[in-house]
């Protein structure tokens, strides 16, 4: 699909919209079938070194007073409550940093999950940028897959929603996406959709950098504003396009990209209360129901109206969506992204 194609599929609203998502959902049975995979996620601190101006955990925000890391034990806890409930993915997302503790805690964090649970997980990372001698200790304890989002792939939009400094530079994203493709990780990446001064063509084009990316997973969103960071005040879509496009997003890739694993994404479950549902109906295939133990989740705090629900609830919740859609909620597999199994290891050049 050329970029012109893309942006007028991203515009489509209603009889086309179901349409859209018709042809998506015949591409998904086709290639990655009903089944929706499950993986809990932990957001394992809320301490970050980046200022990022979207952000609710962005360094800067001085009303975020708790800064929270979870201890083994706690991160162990959560694994026994997934393992009960049958989910044998484990994402563990945190705020990023970069000091040697941090770095070591991870990578004893994987063994030992790999070793009390006799490798029963597959554990998913999302912990920002990192040199490549961290990803590849992070890759040898075991955790294989990394989730790292661009945000946006049109440079000086990215320029404006980040501080203008070395910490924050598209190149060293790219970077980091690159290796870790080389090391071998099943690479997920995304973006966000509703940016202000975002367009069509911009998301159009996310959709094509993440195709020539090849990535094996996607999870990408509507931005959602947080009114404690800088971009609050920017905000320039209406909260309905946002929610469209994204689902628009959602089914095009899936045309595109066939047989990918692509997530109905925690932000647009808060944008809309069956964001994730029409997700899943839109042609995503994965969902990560938050695991995070109740005390902290208030802290992990990205944006507004982020779901704080219980477990429990979330799950029955889940599950009425899927069986609603005649999808099936996959317990006891890894599920891992079919591309995988035949990724390219091309890098990415600007
Ligand atoms: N709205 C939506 N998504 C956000 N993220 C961070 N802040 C926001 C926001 N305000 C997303 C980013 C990041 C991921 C962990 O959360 O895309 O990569």
Redesign the pocket.
Known sequence: MIKKEITELLKLRDVDQGQLFKDADFVREKYVGREVYLRALIEYSNICRKD?Y???IRSSNKCQSIRYTLNEEEVLEVAVVAQKQKINSLVI?SGERCSNEFVDDIERLLKVIAQKFNNQFRVTL?CGEQSKDVYKRWYDAGGVRYLL?F?TSNQSLYKKIHPSDSKHDFRTRLQCLNDLKELGFQVGS???MGLPTQNYDDIASDLLFLKELDVDMVGM??????NK?PLFASEEWDLNEKINVSLNAIATLRIMMKDINIAATT?LRAAAIDGRSKGIRAGANVVMPNFTPKKYREEYY??ENKPLVYTDEQMTLMEEECVSGQYILKYGEWGDSKHSKHSKQNRIFL
């Open positions: 990022c979207y952000c609710g997302q999302s989002r945000e995304g973006f966000m969103g509507p931005y959602l504003p947080h960071t932000a990205l944006y």
